[in-house]
């Protein structure tokens, strides 16, 4: 199934071609005019805002919250109903250290707000988050791809491992564009989204 795009685009591989490179373009342009700077970290009010930016040419669900349930292999991502009051709870969370900042960060993936590009601009989201809290944000040159989406995968019922992938990849660089462009690689997100209905809870 080929979401409905701005674009277009009825082929699935032209879609995540074009949706890569426009959303890498919008990605820059957020570094380099410092388009978060009076953003505040770690709210869904940003995340939000950063996805909107990243994917308003192609979709029109940009920015907004997906009226979907999703799931990902056997993991079912929160239930719309949970949705709101789930995303309330992740803006509350603490975010003074390391480990905080990383447990919000699993518990916003588990809400998945978006109906795509949620990896992405969480990503950024973190670099954010990140960089404001402790003065460090992760490499993601330093993140083998696979070990991540495993550890993601887990980390709904134990996060000690996607913290410890991440914690290895911190770096006090901030200001480097080029480790900040690796987080909107979209090899780091999950493939292979599936509807499911309600009632199927």
């Known amino acids: 199934m080929v979401l409905e795009n701005k674009l277009g685009l009825t082929d699935s591989l032209e879609l995540s071609k074009a949706e890569e490179k426009i959303s890498k373009e919008k990605a820059k342009r957020l570094f380099e005019e410092n388009l978060l700077s009076d953003k505040p970290a770690g709210t869904y009010e940003t995340l939000a805002f950063i996805h909107g930016f990243l994917f308003e040419d192609i979709y029109d669900f940009?920015?907004?919250?997906?009226?979907?349930d999703l799931a990902k292999g056997g993991f079912r991502f929160a239930p719309l109903v949970y949705l709101k009051a789930s995303l309330?709870?992740?803006?509350?969370?603490?975010?003074?250290?390391?480990?905080h900042i990383i447990e919000k960060?699993?518990?916003?993936?588990?809400?998945?707000?978006?109906?795509?590009?949620?990896?992405?601009?969480?990503?950024?989201?973190?670099?954010?988050?990140?960089?404001?809290?402790?003065?460090?944000?992760?490499?993601w040159s330093q993140v083998d791809k696979e070990d991540y989406l495993?550890?993601?995968?887990?980390?709904?019922v134990r996060d000690i491992e996607i913290k410890y992938i991440l914690r290895k990849a911190l770096?006090?660089?901030?200001?480097?564009r080029e480790l900040y462009m690796k987080g909107?690689?979209?090899?780091?997100?999950?493939?292979?989204?599936r509807l499911y209905r309600t009632e199927e809870l």
Do not use: C
């Open 184 to 193: 909107v690689d979209h090899s780091y997100d999950y493939e292979g989204y």
């Open 171 to 176: 770096t006090d660089d901030i200001d480097n």
């Open 62 to 68: 940009a920015g907004k919250l997906r009226l979907v």
């Open 105 to 139: 960060y699993v518990e916003l993936n588990i809400a998945h707000p978006f109906r795509e590009g949620n990896g992405r601009s969480m990503r950024l989201w973190l670099d954010h988050l990140l960089k404001n809290e402790i003065s460090q944000v992760i490499d």
């Open 150 to 156: 495993l550890a993601m995968e887990r980390s709904p």
């Open 88 to 99: 309330k709870t992740i803006n509350s969370m603490p975010q003074d250290t390391f480990d």
